[in-house]
C-alpha cells in the first residue's frame, strides 16, 4: 500500500472529492484504484477565512511498483508503513500454577490497565490489585458526592477507583510521546475493540469522554479475565515485602499476603499513602516538578468564534480548543493545561478535608462552557528538603482551598475582572460555574504562593490578546488545581525496573512517565514488554 499525506479538501467537501484527490495525485483511472482508508484527518485553521481538512490516506492500487518508482522523490507518496502490534514474547505452557509466579499490576488506571491487557494478551495471568470500585460502584459514588447526595468517599472518588483519574476527564487521546514502535496505535486499537468510535484512529485530537470512558473500561476488564487475568477491587496494597534488594510480594490492607517476584507498580499520581510506604521501604524516589493554578471557564461560543470565526459551530469541527503559553517577567511559565471544550469543572480531591479541581467533558462535548487549567510550573526549589515535600506542599494549597470554600468541599471562585484587580467577588456574572458540589465566591490570591499569583495576572491579559475575551470580567477562576502531573519520580533503569529494588516495575503517571490517558497506556504497554522479557528469561 501507498500514504499519500497533505490532501487539502475544503471543510464541506463532498465524500467523492477525497477519492477525486487521490486519483489526481496519483495520476491514475478509477479502475487503477483499488481502496484506501483515511489514516489521519486533521484541520488547518490558521486562517479563519479559510479552515480546510488535510488528510493522510493509505491506497491500494494496481501499480504499486510503478507509482513507487514515479513518485520515489515526492515525500508525501510513501510506502504504507507497518503499523501492527509484534509482541515481545509469550508465556510457555501451563504458566502461572506455581504459587507466587504471576505477575501482579498495582493499580487499575490507563497504564495498570495496559500493562495488565498486555501480559494477560501474553499468557502472563496478571493479578491486578485496585484499591478503589470497580468503575460503574465508583462512578456513582463520585457523582452522588458531587451532587451532594453522598459523603466523599477517599477510597472511591475522581481518583481512585477502576480507570484512574482519566475516567473523569474529557477522555483526550493525544499526547506529545515521540512513539516510532506505535505503541499509541496499539492504545487506540485496543480502546476500539472495546466500543470507542473508531475515528479515534484518524482523526486529530481523538476524545472518548466520561459516560463512554466506562463502558470501554468495563470491557477491556472482560477481556483481561476472559484471557486468565484477575482484578480484585477494594485490595488497597499496604506493604511491599523487599528482601536483598529485590520484591518477594506484597501485603493488602486485609492482611492477605501475596508473592510474586514481578510487580508493575501503576498507582497513579494522587497515592500518596503508598508513595510514603515505598519511600519508607527505600525505594528510590526523588522530587520532580509538577504545576498549580485554578480552572478558568468561558461560554464555549466565545472560544469557537475566536478560534473558528465564521466556521464556529460546524459539525466537523465542534467545540473548539485552544493551547495556551506565557512566560513571566518573574521567570515563571503559565499555560492551558488539560482544556476541556464544552466540559464541566469537577471536584477531584482524594484526601479528606481537601478541594481540588479538574476538567472533565462527555463525548459530545456540548455544556455551556469551555474549562482549561491556567498553572504556574512549580520546581523542587520551591519545596526543598524532603523528596515528598511536593506533597505536602499540595496539601498545604487543597487544605486551603477548602477553607476558602467554606469547609463544605464548595471551591473558591473568583470572577476574573475582580482577579485582576485584586478585589474579592461578591456576585456572579454571565458565567455560571459548572463545578459540584458547589462554589463559594472570595479572593483567590489568598490560595496560591505569591509567584502564582503575580504569574497568573500577568498571563491572562497576555491570553487575551490571543483570544479576545480571554480575559473578560466575566469569566470564571475556580481554585485550586494540584495534580497536573506526579509531584514524585519512581526512577527506573533501561529495563524498566526501579533503580534500586529488582522486579519493581514503576508505570505511568504516579511514577513521573506519563501524562494522559494515552501516554499512560503507552508506558503501560513498555513495562508490561519489560516484565514480560524478564519473566522468560528468568
Known amino acids: 500500500m501507498l500514504r499519500i499525506t497533505e490532501i487539502k479538501l475544503p471543510l464541506d467537501h463532498q465524500e467523492d472529492d477525497l477519492k477525486a484527490a487521490i486519483l489526481k495525485k496519483l495520476q491514475i483511472k478509477p479502475e487503477e484504484l483499488i481502496s484506501y482508508a483515511i489514516f489521519k484527518r486533521s484541520y488547518d485553521a490558521r486562517k479563519k477565512t479559510d479552515?480546510?481538512?488535510?488528510?493522510?490516506?493509505?491506497?491500494?492500487?494496481?501499480l504499486?511498483?510503478?507509482?513507487?518508482?514515479?513518485?520515489?522523490?515526492?515525500?508525501?507518496?510513501?510506502?504504507?508503513p507497518d503499523t501492527s502490534y509484534k509482541y515481545v514474547a509469550k508465556a510457555p505452557q501451563g504458566f502461572g500454577n506455581v504459587t507466587g509466579t504471576r505477575p501482579i499490576v498495582i493499580g487499575m488506571g490507563p497504564a495498570g490497565m495496559f500493562a495488565g491487557l498486555m501480559l494477560a494478551q501474553m499468557g502472563f495471568r496478571p493479578i491486578i490489585l485496585e484499591r478503589g470500585k470497580a468503575v460503574r460502584d465508583r462512578?456513582?459514588?463520585?457523582f452522588n458526592f458531587w451532587k451532594k447526595r453522598a459523603d466523599f468517599n477517599p477510597e472511591s472518588n475522581a481518583q481512585f477507583g477502576e480507570g484512574g483519574a482519566g475516567t473523569f476527564s474529557d477522555g483526550k487521546l493525544y499526547s506529545q510521546v515521540k512513539d516510532p514502535q506505535h505503541y499509541g496505535r496499539k492504545v487506540l486499537t485496543e480502546f476500539v475493540k472495546a466500543g470507542a468510535s473508531p475515528e479515534i484512529l484518524y482523526i486529530n485530537k481523538p476524545h472518548i469522554g466520561t459516560f463512554k470512558l466506562v463502558g470501554i473500561v468495563q470491557s477491556i476488564r472482560a477481556t483481561i479475565e476472559s484471557l486468565g487475568g484477575e482484578i480484585r477491587f477494594q485490595s488497597r496494597v499496604e506493604d511491599i515485602q523487599i528482601q536483598e534488594g529485590k520484591v518477594k510480594g506484597v501485603t493488602l490492607a486485609s492482611g492477605e499476603y501475596l508473592e510474586s517476584s514481578h510487580i508493575v507498580l501503576a498507582v497513579g499520581h494522587s497515592a500518596r499513602d503508598t508513595f510514603q510506604m515505598l519511600y519508607d521501604r527505600g525505594v528510590y524516589i526523588e522530587a520532580k516538578p509538577f504545576s498549580i493554578g485554578f480552572r478558568i471557564e468561558h461560554p464555549q461560543a466565545l472560544i469557537d468564534q475566536a478560534r473558528f470565526g465564521n466556521?464556529?459551530?460546524h459539525r466537523i469541527l465542534g467545540a473548539a480548543d485552544y493551547k495556551l503559553v506565557h512566560h513571566c517577567q518573574n521567570g515563571r511559565s503559565v499555560y492551558s493545561f488539560c482544556m476541556c471544550p464544552g466540559g464541566l469543572v469537577v471536584a477531584a480531591t482524594s484526601e479528606v478535608g481537601r478541594v481540588v479541581t479538574n476538567g472533565m467533558s462527555q463525548y459530545s462535548r456540548n455544556e455551556r462552557n469551555a474549562n482549561s487549567g491556567i498553572v504556574v510550573g512549580i520546581t523542587p526549589a520551591d519545596y526543598p528538603g524532603h523528596p515528598l515535600a511536593g506533597i505536602d506542599f499540595q496539601r498545604r494549597l487543597e487544605s486551603r482551598a477548602f477553607e476558602l470554600g467554606g469547609g463544605t468541599y464548595a471551591a473558591p471562585g473568583q470572577l476574573v475582572g475582580d482577579f485582576l484587580a485584586n478585589r474579592p467577588s461578591n456576585h456572579l456574572g454571565m458565567v455560571t460555574p459548572s463545578y459540584a458540589p458547589d462554589v463559594h465566591l472570595c479572593d483567590l490570591s489568598e490560595s496560591l504562593p505569591d509567584f502564582a499569583i503575580a504569574a497568573i495576572r500577568e498571563a491572562l491579559p497576555a491570553f487575551n490578546r490571543q483570544i479576545k475575551g480571554f480575559a473578560?470580567?466575566?469569566?470564571?477562576?475556580?481554585?485550586?488545581?494540584?495534580?497536573?502531573s506526579s509531584p514524585i519520580r519512581i526512577k527506573r533503569n533501561d529495563k524498566y525496573q526501579s533503580l534500586n529494588v529488582e522486579g519493581l516495575f514503576p508505570a505511568g503517571e504516579g511514577a513521573g512517565y506519563a501524562g494522559g490517558i494515552l501516554?499512560?497506556?503507552?508506558?503501560g504497554i513498555k513495562v508490561a514488554e519489560a516484565v514480560a522479557l524478564s519473566m522468560v528469561s528468568s
Open 139 to 142: 462512578t456513582a459514588d463520585t
Open 311 to 313: 466556521y464556529a459551530g
Open 519 to 523: 501516554s499512560a497506556g503507552i508506558d
Open 472 to 484: 473578560m470580567d466575566d469569566a470564571m477562576l475556580t481554585g485550586v488545581e494540584t495534580r497536573t
Open 51 to 62: 479552515i480546510y481538512l488535510v488528510y493522510i490516506v493509505d491506497v491500494e492500487t494496481t
Open 64 to 80: 504499486e511498483p510503478q507509482l513507487c518508482d514515479r513518485f520515489q522523490k515526492d515525500p508525501h507518496v510513501l510506502p504504507t
